[in-house]
Nanobody, 126 residues
Framework: QVQLVESGGGLVQVGGSLKLSCVVS????????MGWFRQAPGKEREFVAA???????????DYADAVKGRFAVSRFLAKSTLYLEMNSLQLEDTAVYYC????????????????WGQGTQVTVSS
């Protein structure tokens, strides 16, 4: 059974940075397709970034327009960990951030991912 555990959320001021982690257990991490989503109060869960396995130890990335150039997703195989480095944080980045995984190909839609973490809160203050 694959499990995802996120950490690294917290309170940060506008313009600050945070780095989220998602530790994966229960399955080979190398060939999992992974993603980050977020959900703000009263809003639907939305795509943030994807880290898609493309064969061997190669991956491709995709970002929502709202975070492109500010966020970076990466994978550290030796620690079975997916990261989301967030820079130049804005008030609108406040949300619960979720790590997600899939054995099939992925995209920007919630229902393309089978496995979810419990989420970590990110709050950006002015």
């Amino acid at each position: 059974q694959v499990q995802l555990v996120e950490s690294g959320g917290g309170l940060v001021q506008v313009g600050g940075s945070l780095k989220l982690s998602c530790v994966v257990s229960g399955r080979t991490f190398r060939n999992l397709h992974m993603g980050w989503f977020r959900q703000a109060p009263g809003k639907e869960r939305e795509f943030v970034a994807a880290h898609r396995w493309t064969g061997g130890i190669t991956y491709s990335t995709d970002y929502a327009d709202a975070v492109k150039g500010r966020f970076a997703v990466s994978r550290f195989l030796a620690k079975s960990t997916l990261y989301l480095e967030m820079n130049s944080l804005q008030l609108e980045d406040t949300a619960v951030y979720y790590c997600a995984a899939s054995n099939s190909d992925i995209g920007r839609y919630v229902d393309q991912y089978e496995i979810w973490g419990q989420g970590t809160q990110v709050t950006v203050s002015s």
